[in-house]
């Protein structure tokens, strides 16, 4: 790999580090071997001299986090190839703030809910690991404690020779020392990898099992009755001329489409009308980035790497395609603490999508019930614990009352254990009926997470206590009172998801003359169009 500089219009020629990792290290773990500090302080001495030798200009050269000790050290002679050095550091993941106490505590009743769950997360693997890192926590203490113990007994008057002992014996103790930081970084991000497996906990009502054991909540309205051949979605489409997948297939592949006519005009009067009935609750509309960081995606619970991924990642960068505005969403307050008095928080967000649809096939995936890009309405909760629940009853209840008003029969489902994603504490969906696939199918999910996203994402919040009388801790009288941050828990629920929605009503405003109705809500925002018709030629 070459490196090209170039600073005010003077190039400095490529640099050859094939072999050069990105040079960093924490301050705990600065002081390394005497050769290792050399080999650094040869690398340091040769690029500057690179740099500087096409300009009469002394370029300042930033190497992140080199260690004071590092450069008041001595160099050692010039070494004439770059390409030779061989520096290897351990670069930490991101970490999640998993509750490893709580798992212990409550061993059979993590393992129980894996099991209720289908996850393939390594229980037994998390805990051992958990329990070599708290030993190895230890040792390093102990080592920092030996090692600051002999560093304060050469603050005084010392013989020579004993000195010259304590010298060697901090050596020896900041090389030990070294090599279990670095162990312990390893075993962290091991531990890692194997607990951020772990699915969130399930709410005691949830049923057990798969799909097939999941419970009715309610049930509104009647399937409508015909009294002609039904017809499909994309019969009707076809005869009305608001689709064109044929041609989105020739452009972009299978299960892509084009919108046409009325079909366009329905997509936005959809959108607009959600969001404005959205917003009478209190909720703050926004539009989402369309593409994410990879690891944001991980915090929020999906995996973008994988054979059955749904998420598409960004070839030759750390970016993806969300599936969902819940991803950018939950990714606003990332790594930030929030005033007690800002809660909750509540977020409508529009975006286009994007899924793999990895695994898919059958009937259902026919015209637009299942494709791999289509716009969603998505409604997004921060809250406090304590009131999470709540707010689950809330967003289904604005997603049974938006259905309701444009006239859907459906049916309000609490998922079981099966079918609850990594994130889920407990899950509702909406399935309507769909004439012309003669079932229900699913136009919407609302999710309380908990603190499984927070707990990733590093969203917090300090509860209000101005006086918290129970603290006696020293300090100014502003750190008496502060309370220890909480996680916030965070909900999301789907408002209109519209390839669904149109497929409903295509199906069930559908008339005997292959004309549709358009439901009287969404005529102010279509323009005032009361019915789809067929073109004239």
């Not at 979605?233 to 006519?261: I, M, R």
């Not at 309370?483 to 559908?510: D, S």
Request: hydrophobic share 35%.
């Amino acid at each position: 790999m070459g490196l090209q500089c170039c600073f005010g219009g003077t190039t400095i020629q490529t640099l050859k580090l094939a072999s050069i990792p990105y040079m960093t290290c924490s301050t705990s773990s600065s002081l390394r071997s005497s050769a290792a500090i050399s080999r650094r302080l040869t690398l340091f001495k040769t690029l500057s001299a690179s740099l500087s030798r096409n300009s009469t200009h002394r370029f300042p050269f930033l190497i992140r986090a080199l260690s004071s000790a590092a450069a008041s050290a001595q160099p050692v002679a010039d070494s004439t190839t770059i390409a030779s050095v061989d520096y290897s550091v351990v670069k930490p993941q991101w970490k999640a703030a998993i509750d490893f106490k709580s798992i212990l505590e409550n061993k059979s009743a993590v393992a129980a809910n894996l099991k209720n769950r289908n996850s393939t997360a390594n229980l037994e693997l998390v805990i051992e690991l958990y329990e070599k890192l708290l030993q190895l926590q230890k040792e390093v203490e102990e080592l920092r404690y030996e090692r600051n113990a002999v560093a304060n007994k050469m603050k005084g008057k010392v013989e020579p020779l004993e000195r010259q002992r304590l010298i060697e014996e901090g050596k020896n103790l900041k090389e030990k020392l070294f090599t279990l930081e670095e162990d312990l970084i390893k075993l962290t991000d091991s531990l890692q990898r194997e607990a951020q497996c772990i699915p969130n906990m399930t709410h005691p009502d949830v049923p057990i099992g798969g799909e097939d054991s999941s419970i009715i909540r309610k049930t509104i309205g009647v399937p409508r009755e015909f009294t002609f051949p039904i017809k499909d979605h994309v019969q009707l489409g076809k005869e009305l001329d608001l689709f064109d997948f044929d041609a989105a297939a020739e452009v972009s592949g299978s299960k892509f489409y084009y919108l046409k006519n009325e079909a366009v005009l329905l997509e936005m009067g959809l959108i607009n009308w959600t969001l404005s009935e959205v917003m009478k609750r209190g909720f703050t509309p926004l539009t989402t980035p369309e593409i994410a960081r990879s690891l944001v995606v991980e915090k929020c619970g999906f995996q973008p790497r994988g054979d059955n991924t749904q998420v598409y990642s960004i070839e030759g960068s750390d970016q993806c395609l969300i599936g969902t505005a819940e991803i950018p969403v939950g990714g606003i307050h990332m790594d930030s603490i929030l005033a007690d008095s800002a809660l909750p928080l509540k977020y409508v967000a529009f975006s286009h999508c994007f899924r793999t649809e990895a695994g898919a096939a059958g009937a259902a995936t026919r015209g637009l019930y299942r494709v791999h890009q289509f716009s969603k309405v998505e409604m997004f909760i921060l809250c406090r614990p304590e009131e999470s629940n709540t707010y689950h009853q809330e967003l289904i209840e604005i997603e049974e009352d938006l259905f309701s008003k444009l006239g859907l029969h459906f049916k309000t489902l609490d998922m079981g254990t099966g079918d609850l994603g990594a994130p889920a504490y407990r899950k509702f969906d909406i399935e309507a009926w769909m004439p012309g696939l003669d079932r229900y199918g699913e136009i919407s999910s609302a999710s309380n997470c908990t603190d499984y996203q927070s707990r990733r994402l590093g969203i917090r919040f300090r509860p209000e206590n101005p006086t918290n009388p129970g603290n006696t801790k020293k300090g100014n009288a502003r750190n008496r009172n502060l309370t220890p941050p909480e996680f916030v828990h965070t909900l999301n629920a789907t408002a209109c998801a519209v390839p669904r929605m149109i497929v409903c009503l295509l199906e069930n405003y559908q008339q005997e003359d292959g004309t549709v109705i358009v439901p009287e809500p969404l005529r102010p925002f279509m323009g005032g169009i009361k019915l789809i018709t067929h073109k004239s030629k």
